[in-house]
């Protein structure tokens, strides 16, 4: 497969994914006797407040560097590159929460029956990305036995890249599993979606530090973007929101302190350790991509059976 830079193909697989996700979502609504009608507004109201919120997240960014420099021409664009894929997804879940609580449906419970829908339109989304050129590819792979897809993609000039956006869309078809576990009696509303966001923010903390253009930079750090800040973020709060529910402690400084070691990891992959340490450490400066990648995957494998502990409805007694 090769990547290209075909924006015909990015809209039609984010339209494929929003129709999919919405017809998924109303069937849900109907087969559990709820207003099917609170499919069509979560999808109108998610993909507004989708876009609003991607764009108000790249200003985040943008007001620290070239807006107070006078290029104002990315305010009102609209590209890949000055938008937040994550800011867009709250985005959406907000629309989707605000047009359940319209139809009259719990936002928790409309939430726990989109979790699945979510996912599929997430994967198709993510796919979307294979025709934005550069968007959601990692540095290049020299080792030939990784040279095949999905693990890598080729360029025009037939250089392979890591294939990081196909290995986030099957992330997301393998949240499915959580998304579509059934509720056991007396689990509250919120806590199918909760556990579906968990692994996939989880994961993403990964995925976000191996791509190679990490498009949005934070304006506090020049190698943590403001994606890996978000997704941290968020994740941050369900843990704590999990913890004060369950009235347990432990997992918010184990995610904290997971999180502080993906930042050191991607500080470390970036080779900016080495104005700390000039002396002793070539075989680690020369090898950050190696033990960068085995980080990565280590902290979001520790990542998520912690968030999922947090969110875990207390033990009754």
């Not at 830079?5 to 129709?19: E, I, N, R």
């Not at 999919?20 to 009608?37: C, D, E, F, N, S």
């Not at 993906?262 to 900016?272: H, I, L, M, V």
């Not at 080495?274 to 400066?285: D, I, K, P, R």
Request: net charge neutral; hydrophobic share 50%.
């Amino acid at each position: 497969m090769t990547l290209t830079d075909s924006p015909a193909f990015a809209v039609a697989m984010m339209l494929a994914g929003l129709a999919a996700g919405t017809a998924w979502y109303g069937i849900r609504l109907r087969k559990h006797q709820l207003p099917v009608a609170a499919a069509l507004p979560a999808a109108l109201l998610g993909s507004l407040l989708a876009l609003v919120c991607a764009k108000a997240a790249y200003l985040l960014h943008d007001l620290g560097g070239s807006l107070f420099e006078g290029y104002f021409d990315e305010v009102s664009a609209l590209t890949a590159e000055t938008l937040s894929f994550t800011g867009g997804c709250a985005g959406f879940i907000a629309g989707t929460a605000l047009a359940a609580k319209i139809c009259g449906v719990r936002p928790g419970k409309a939430l726990d029956l989109f979790a699945a829908p979510g996912c599929v339109f997430l994967c198709l989304a993510r796919l979307a990305e294979g025709g934005m050129d550069i968007i959601g590819v990692g540095e290049e792979v020299e080792a030939e036995w990784l040279q095949c897809f999905p693990l890598t993609i080729r360029n025009s000039w037939d250089e392979p890249y890591l294939c990081v956006f196909v290995l986030e869309a099957l992330t997301a078809l393998a949240c499915l599993a959580p998304a579509l576990r059934r509720r056991k009696d007396g689990e509250r509303d919120g806590l199918v979606f909760e556990r579906t966001a968990v692994c996939l923010l989880g994961a993403q903390i990964c995925w976000e530090m191996l791509k190679q253009y990490p498009y949005i930079r934070s304006f506090v750090t020049s190698f943590v973007s403001l994606e890996q800040v978000f997704c941290a973020v968020f994740l941050m709060v369900l843990v704590v929101r999990g913890c004060v529910k369950g009235r347990r402690w432990l997992p918010v400084p184990l995610t904290a302190a997971l999180l502080g070691a993906s930042a050191f990891f991607q500080f470390y992959k970036d080779n900016k350790i080495e104005a700390l340490f000039e002396e002793g450490m070539e075989w680690w400066l020369e090898n950050a991509g190696t033990i960068s990648v085995i980080a990565f995957l280590l902290i979001s494998a520790a990542l998520i059976p912690v968030g999922l502990k947090a969110v875990a409805p207390p033990r009754r007694s």
